[in-house]
């Protein structure tokens, strides 16, 4: 008996206009609705089913430096619902988790692995309309060639959730950040600030074998870090964070240790509690122009290491992913808010200020 020939999926309605969370200066976030992207070859539109904020966007939001308008939000998972001509592996109808950014491996930075210094990954592949901005804030993304090209479409399987998809990228840019300290079983880390990106960070250094000190002046977020796995837990606003480092370290202090908190303190902390020969990472000190005065004898004399790191790494997307998805650390409970496209500006609001009751915030466009 002949077999019947396959029909095409029907395609995905998709609407002419959309509702988004349109940044139009300081502190300046109205819901509008504006057009649905258009596609150019190779693009993809993504109907977004959730997206996390993050700090960079509420700095952006907060000190008005790039111009409006813009529609932000990076964190983003969703559906693909359409694609252009000249795309291939992708179908309408594939689950994604979308990264913002991907280099040129090409450029003399990608080349060297600072891959974030690249010009090409410095260029956003990823918006509702207007300049770039990520865009994830929305109903639809439009996803550049580049980035559907390099590898920044990630396959979400079925039995993943939409909550865990939006961390796929700040798992990276964490992993990242950890892997530059080397860490290993012999070493004692200080993390100052327990966010969620501190918390993420926490488990990532658990997961490569390190005792974890875990340093934030809310009490419930130090509750966390300590049924996360911390060895000690420290209020630093009421005891001294270079001691609780010497106490457990035989009065050397501190291997290593990672600032995930704005402000001159846990930067001086940081600084204070390692031990000679030490290497501490700036991970929340994302604006320029911020100054932090330190005792740099400190660091010469005691042959200190203070290093950055900023944003994702490609060399890292798989296993970043594999993390998320076989949810090898603890992620969908840190989602504390999930906020509806229509109130993203509450989220704003909710997300900037850190109390024991805020952690992860997640606006999610279908929910009513």
């Keep these: 008996m002949p077999q019947p020939t396959p029909t095409a999926p029907a395609p995905l309605t998709v609407p002419a206009t959309m509702s988004a969370a349109v940044y139009r200066g300081k502190d300046d976030v109205r819901m509008e609705s504006i057009p649905v992207p258009a596609l150019e070859p190779g693009e993809v539109l993504v109907k ?52 913002h950014h991907i280099p040129d491996r090409t450029s003399w930075y990608s080349q060297r692995g600072l891959y974030a210094q690249c010009p090409r990954y410095k260029q956003t592949g990823v918006t ?72 993420i960070l926490l488990q990532l250094a658990l997961r490569e074998g390190a005792r974890v000190i875990a340093a934030d002046p809310l009490p419930g977020r130090r509750a966390i870090a300590q049924r996360l796995g911390a060895a000690r837990t420290v209020d630093p606003r009421a005891e001294d964070v270079h001691q609780a480092c010497l106490e457990l370290t035989e009065g050397r202090g501190a291997d290593r240790a990672i600032v995930a908190a704005v402000g001159a303190g846990p930067v001086r902390d940081a600084i204070r509690a390692t031990r000679p020969g030490a290497a501490i990472l700036l991970f929340a000190q994302t604006h ?20 950055g790191s900023y944003s994702a790494s490609v060399d890292l997307a798989d296993e970043a992913a594999e993390i998320v998805f076989e949810r090898e650390i603890e992620l969908r409970s840190l989602v504390t808010h999930r906020v509806p496209l229509s109130e993203a500006p509450r989220a704003f609001a909710l997300a900037s200020t850190p109390t024991d009751d805020v952690l992860k915030v997640v606006v999610v466009p279908g929910l009513r």
């Design 48 to 99: 977004v089913a959730a997206c996390g904020v993050c700090g960079t966007d509420l700095k952006k939001v907060q000190q008005g430096h790039v111009a409006p308008p813009r529609v932000f939000g990076h964190e983003t998972a969703g559906t693909i619902v359409r694609t252009a001509s000249g795309v291939r592996g992708w179908t309408a109808g594939d689950r994604v988790a979308v990264y």
């Design 288 to 307: 320029r122009g911020d100054e932090v005065a330190v005792d740099v004898g400190d660091l010469c004399i005691d042959e200190k290491r203070v290093v």
């Design 128 to 199: 509702a309309g207007f300049a770039p901005a990520g865009g994830g804030f929305s109903e639809y993304v439009r996803v550049l060639p580049w980035i559907v090209e390099g590898g920044g479409l990630v396959r979400v399987p079925e039995d993943v959730s939409w909550e865990e998809a939006v961390f796929v990228e700040p798992v990276n840019t964490c992993l990242k950040g950890v892997r530059m300290l080397d860490l290993d079983e012999e070493h004692v880390l200080l993390v100052a600030g327990l966010g969620s990106v501190g918390l």
